[in-house]
Every structure is written in C-alpha cells, then in structure tokens.
C-alpha cells in the first residue's frame, strides 16, 4: 500500500478539512494544502478537482477558491413566507413553562420569534438562547422572558454569529430543545446548511440539546448544501408543512422521527 494512502484520512474526510480551509480563507494554495495536510501537491490537485466537479470551488493557477451558495437574507425572507409563519406557530406551540430552548438564525426561526412575542399565555418562564442578532433584537425588551445572544464573528448573511467564540459559549449551556433550520434535507447526505461556520454552530448545539426538532419545509426535501450538519435520523422532531412527499413521511418514520404538520 502506499506510504501516503496509509498516513492520511480517507478522501471525504480530507476534502471536509479542505472545504473547512476554505471556508475561513475564501481561497487557497496547492502547495499550503499539501504541507498543511502533509499530502503530495498530485493529491490535493484529485482532490480539488473532485470539489469542484461538485460545485463546491472554482480551481485557478495554483490553488482554488469558494464559490459562495449562501442565498442572500433579504431573498430568503421572501421564499415560502406563508410556510415559514405557519411552522414557526407550530413551533411555539411546543414550548412548555421553565423550558431553556434554543432558536437558531434563519428565516423560519424569525418566524418562530414573532409568534413568541405575540404572547405565550400559558408560559411564565422560558430561557431563550440564539445567536440570531436579528432574532434577539425582535425578542428584546417584548416579552418577560430570560434572553441570552450568543456573541462571536457576525456572519452577515444570515445575521448572526459564529466561529470559536460563539462555540465557547454554547459549549457552557444546555438546552431542553433545539429549534433547528436547514437549507436542505436528504436521507443520504442528511440535514444540510450552505455555510459552514454555520453548520457548525448548529452541531455545536445538537450536542447540548436534549432533543432536536428541525424547522424545515418540505420545500427543503431532497436538496442538498454544502455544508453537513447532522445525519438525517438524529432529528427527534420534524415541524414541516403538508406538501412534504410520502416517500419523505414514510423515511421520517422508519428514523423515529416526530413529524408535526403545520396548518
């Protein structure tokens, strides 16, 4: 066998670490892959080619850079909006008195705040963890509720916060229930978001949560984004609208998934 086929990680693995790179740097050089990665400048040219015969990079002289799938906010919150407030009710409609619950960022997860700060009658007390700025400033001063915004880089498409100091933070919390956005879902290639940064903020969560419950509409089924976040079976609870396919309901019950149609 040979030497470096041996010594390094097996190549989805390897091209994760690459994307990751990526991810922080926006480019990168052949040359600094190899060393970093301690593979041969023939290898890191494999495995770019492959990234990019996925769409996932664009190679140039001596290295490549990111091809950026993030849809901007502003053309988000015009997607499915009829959708999204109505999965965002359903979602509130989960929360339960002296829950510490967790709200990601994203388009949907807004929706869910606007229906907390309509007024939850039966709910006194309720400890609210985001990193949405957007979120915590529509949460803000308007309802009697514990809010905690989890601080760090702003990614500003999403407007929100990431990277180490946000996963520091989360690292110290633990949550009954994890409101989880996506921005695909597959049954291979599992729940999906298109930033990375993101994407780990989400499974930094997952790991503090004693149950998920994904946010996603069945317009989301079958896509998928660059970034992994979770393996399709370890969302407990999907909140998703009627239109989601057979094929779909039937896979979220054969993974043990709680399915919650919003009306």
């Known amino acids: 066998m040979d030497k470096e086929q041996t010594l390094t990680p097996l190549a989805d693995h390897r091209m994760q670490l690459i994307m990751t790179l990526l991810a922080n740097r926006g480019e990168c050089r052949v040359r600094e892959l190899a060393e970093q990665f301690k593979l041969s400048e023939m290898t890191v040219r494999r495995d770019l080619q492959e990234l990019e015969a996925r769409g996932l990079l664009k190679r140039v002289h001596g290295g490549a850079v990111l091809?950026?799938?993030?849809?901007?906010?502003?053309?988000?919150?015009?997607?499915?909006?009829?959708?999204?407030?109505?999965?965002?009710?359903?979602?509130?409609?989960?929360?339960?008195?002296?829950?510490?619950?967790?709200?990601?960022?994203?388009?949907?997860?807004?929706?869910m705040a606007r229906a907390i700060r309509s007024g939850l009658p039966d709910i006194r007390q309720l400890?609210?963890?985001?990193?949405?700025?957007?979120?915590?400033?529509?949460?803000?001063?308007q309802t009697p509720y514990s809010l905690h915004l989890i601080g760090g880089e702003v990614y500003q498409n999403a407007f929100s916060t990431v990277g180490p100091a946000?996963?520091?933070?989360?690292?110290?919390?633990?949550?009954?229930?994890?409101?989880?956005?996506?921005?695909?879902?597959?049954?291979?290639?599992?729940?999906?978001?298109?930033?990375?940064?993101?994407?780990?903020?989400?499974?930094?969560?997952m790991a503090r949560a004693a149950e998920t419950c994904a946010i996603v509409g069945s317009d989301k089924w079958g896509q998928r984004t660059f970034a992994p976040v979770a393996r399709f079976d370890e969302v407990q609870r999907w909140i998703v609208d009627q239109h989601l396919p057979a094929g779909a309901r039937q896979m979220a019950g054969d993974a043990g998934m709680s399915l919650i149609y919003a009306d």
């Open 67 to 111: 091809i950026s799938h993030d849809v901007g906010y502003p053309q988000r919150v015009q997607q499915g909006q009829a959708q999204k407030q109505r999965i965002g009710q359903a979602a509130a409609a989960l929360l339960r008195n002296g829950m510490a619950i967790y709200l990601d960022a994203g388009t949907t997860a807004m929706e």
């Open 127 to 141: 400890s609210i963890v985001t990193h949405g700025i957007n979120i915590a400033t529509e949460l803000s001063g």
């Open 166 to 205: 946000a996963l520091e933070q989360i690292a110290g919390f633990h949550f009954d229930l994890f409101f989880m956005g996506a921005g695909g879902v597959d049954p291979s290639a599992g729940w999906t978001n298109s930033n990375h940064q993101e994407a780990q903020v989400k499974r930094a969560v």
